[in-house]
């Protein structure tokens, strides 16, 4: 890449992708002009909301047509700032799934983000009956707040399916390997669609999580643009130990721990390093919570 003079630009994004539309807009902070990005969907938007903390001038609106426009206005001039980061909310969720799943669990996970655009999955949990409630809250720019997480036995909606589809695939992506754990041990058929970008994350995701659960005894089907998972909580096991393979993903790895917890027999993470990427303390701080 040869640097030069840059001019701002409007992106439409074929797919709602918080890491493109960040990059752009701190290269649109150097640019004369406006630099706008189009949205079917908003993706998580913490660069939008640090930037003007920092004093740039941006603006977020939906169009006519119900995409959303994010605009970056030239001659911002930025300065420092003290600014308070919330807790990891993907981090946190391996810790509510496994508070939700183990018999007798009760967790209070402090100052966790929970801004709108990452916490999809809590509103899936919510539609499986799990028993989540936000204590402390505090609505800065970016909100948090404590969770506490006790043990729920999980269900489908009243036709006993979950349908996770196009809209709020951008808020809980990272979470889907996960929910996929999550289905497998609930009263639930959950049908994963519209979420091809998980074939090109650190895996082909619908590909590891599949191959995994099925390592485990799980039924589940993959899908070109998803999987279908049938749970089975009539079993006392309804996962046994495997050898897992996480194909060098750090959420594949996160997501089969969980699962672990409540396998019948040992399971085994061979690459359990790949975890370093995002939670290098994840089993140290597991450890504690189980004990």
């Given at each position: 890449?040869?640097?030069?003079?840059?001019?701002?630009?409007?992106?439409?994004?074929?797919?709602?992708?918080?890491?493109?539309?960040?990059?752009?807009?701190?290269?649109?902070?150097?640019?004369?002009?406006?630099?706008?990005?189009?949205?079917?969907?908003?993706?998580?938007?913490?660069?939008?909301?640090?930037?003007?903390?920092?004093?740039?001038?941006?603006?977020?609106?939906?169009?006519?047509?119900?995409?959303?426009?994010?605009?970056?206005?030239?001659?911002?001039?930025?300065?420092?700032?003290?600014?308070?980061?919330?807790?990891?909310?993907?981090?946190?969720?391996?810790?509510?799934?496994?508070?939700?799943?183990?018999?007798?669990?009760?967790?209070?996970?402090?100052?966790?983000?929970?801004?709108?655009?990452?916490?999809?999955?809590?509103?899936?949990?919510h539609?499986?009956?799990?028993?989540?409630?936000?204590?402390?809250?505090?609505?800065?720019?970016?909100?948090?707040?404590?969770?506490?997480?006790?043990?729920?036995?999980?269900?489908?909606?009243?036709?006993?399916?979950?349908?996770?589809?196009?809209?709020?695939?951008?808020?809980?992506?990272?979470?889907?390997?996960?929910?996929?754990?999550?289905?497998?041990?609930?009263?639930?058929?959950?049908?994963?669609q519209?979420?091809?970008?998980?074939?090109?994350k650190?895996?082909d995701?619908?590909?590891?999580?599949?191959?995994?659960?099925?390592?485990?005894?799980?039924?589940?089907?993959?899908?070109?643009?998803?999987?279908?998972?049938?749970?089975?909580?009539?079993?006392?096991?309804?996962?046994?130990?495997?050898?897992?393979?996480?194909?060098?993903?750090?959420?594949?790895?996160?997501?089969?721990?969980?699962?672990?917890?409540?396998?019948?027999?040992?399971?085994?993470?061979?690459?359990?390093?790949?975890?370093?990427?995002?939670?290098?303390s994840?089993?140290?701080?597991?450890?504690?919570v189980?004990?």
């Amino acid at each position: 890449i040869h640097g030069k003079e840059l001019h701002g630009i409007t992106y439409e994004s074929p797919i709602p992708s918080a890491q493109v539309k960040s990059c752009i807009l701190l290269a649109g902070l150097y640019c004369e002009e406006a630099t706008a990005i189009i949205e079917e969907t908003l993706s998580r938007n913490h660069t939008e909301l640090l930037l003007p903390d920092l004093g740039a001038k941006i603006e977020c609106r939906p169009l006519s047509d119900g995409r959303i426009l994010t605009l970056l206005h030239p001659g911002s001039s930025l300065s420092a700032s003290q600014i308070r980061i919330p807790g990891d909310f993907s981090s946190a969720a391996y810790f509510i799934a496994a508070a939700l799943l183990v018999p007798g669990s009760e967790i209070r996970i402090r100052n966790v983000g929970i801004n709108p655009t990452r916490t999809g999955f809590l509103q899936i949990l919510h539609r499986m009956g799990a028993e989540i409630r936000l204590d402390k809250a505090v609505l800065a720019s970016e909100p948090y707040a404590d969770l506490i997480v006790r043990y729920s036995q999980l269900h489908g909606d009243t036709n006993g399916r979950i349908t996770i589809g196009k809209k709020i695939i951008p808020t809980l992506i990272d979470e889907l390997p996960l929910l996929a754990v999550i289905a497998s041990l609930s009263e639930c058929e959950m049908v994963l669609q519209d979420a091809t970008e998980l074939r090109v994350k650190e895996s082909d995701r619908i590909a590891s999580t599949c191959e995994n659960l099925k390592a485990m005894g799980a039924d589940v089907q993959s899908r070109k643009d998803g999987m279908k998972i049938c749970g089975h909580p009539c079993k006392s096991h309804p996962l046994h130990g495997a050898t897992i393979d996480p194909h060098h993903d750090h959420r594949i790895a996160l997501s089969f721990a969980v699962a672990a917890l409540l396998a019948d027999g040992e399971t085994r993470i061979p690459d359990e390093d790949c975890i370093r990427i995002s939670y290098p303390s994840f089993f140290t701080d597991l450890k504690k919570v189980l004990s």
